[in-house]
């Protein structure tokens, strides 16, 4: 991907990062194409099995502030098409962020490295686990800007909030700081804006030990329990325990338990 491009994409090592990059206008998402540049994205991180774990960030001083008021003022673009069109543009440009950030098999560290607010805040949380810069702050204006949680997120916020939690930030529209985002369980651990990222990085290193088969199958599993059956999910813990107990990894694993030393898996 280029540097023109909304996300940047580098590997170094397990390790993929993903930047949102449009920092010019603090990282604005839901134009015309994004939806498309997720889903590249995202389907290049699944089929790179030597990946362990990803981290996003945004590029300048946000994360992303959400999506384009003034394009939506101004009724320019697809918000200035008719009522069929503008819902394609929702389900394409906008749903297709979200479905393709859902998709991703890997684990994601979020590095939230300032405003995430309205889609950008809920993009935030796709994010496995979620790290943020002491001067991020988090919101879901949409009721705000005279709009609805269009993109998912009455769906999605909920289930990584609380329908209290969640409810106070839709209904009052209120911004709340980094300490509050972790208080509230959106954020899992806060620190100083230039230590962000040394600490997501420590973080995926973490996870990068871990043997890769086994990762995305227990993200799988926890993606599908928020809406499977208990029965469904037992099942399916049995299929894939069965897959990972036939793995090169298993094998090391348990033999460096013994041999008291630390595995190296190779994702066999």
């Known amino acids: 991907m280029s540097d023109s491009d909304l996300l940047l994409f580098e590997k ?16 604005p998402l839901g134009l015309a194409g ?6 590249a994205a995202a389907a290049r991180i699944n089929g790179d099995f030597d ?19 003034k394009a939506m003022r101004d009724r320019t673009g ?9 819902r394609d543009h929702y389900r394409e440009s ?5 479905k393709a950030m859902w998709s991703i098999e890997v684990p994601m560290v979020g590095a939230i490295n300032g405003p995430a607010i309205g889609l950008g805040g809920d993009v935030a949380s796709l994010c496995d686990i979620r790290l943020s810069a002491a001067s991020a702050k988090f919101g879901a204006t949409f009721l705000k800007i005279g709009l609805i949680p269009g993109d998912g997120g009455a769906w999605l916020l909920p289930r990584t909030i609380g329908w209290s939690r969640a409810a106070q930030l839709y209904f009052t529209g209120d911004v ?16 100083p804006d230039d230590q962000l990222m040394a600490e997501a990085e420590k973080l995926a290193k973490k996870i990068c030990q871990q043997p890769p088969q086994a990762l995305r199958m227990t993200k799988r599993l926890m993606r599908d329990g928020l809406t499977a059956s208990f029965d469904t999910i037992m099942e399916m813990s049995a299929a894939m325990q069965v897959l990972v107990q036939r793995t090169d990894d298993h094998i090391e694993a348990v033999n460096s338990f013994f041999e008291k030393r630390e595995p190296k898996f190779e994702g066999k």
């Open 176 to 191: 709340v700081d980094a300490k509050t985002a972790c208080e509230w369980g959106l954020v899992s651990e806060v620190y």
């Open 12 to 27: 170094r090592g397990h390790i993929g990062y993903l930047t949102l990059n449009r920092p010019d206008k603090r990282n």
């Open 34 to 39: 994004d939806g498309d540049a997720f889903r």
């Open 78 to 86: 697809e918000f200035g098409c008719d009522n069929l069109r503008l």
């Open 51 to 69: 990946l362990r774990c990803v981290i996003m960030t945004g590029a300048g001083s946000a994360f992303s502030a959400g999506g384009d008021l």
């Open 94 to 98: 906008i749903h297709g962020i979200i």
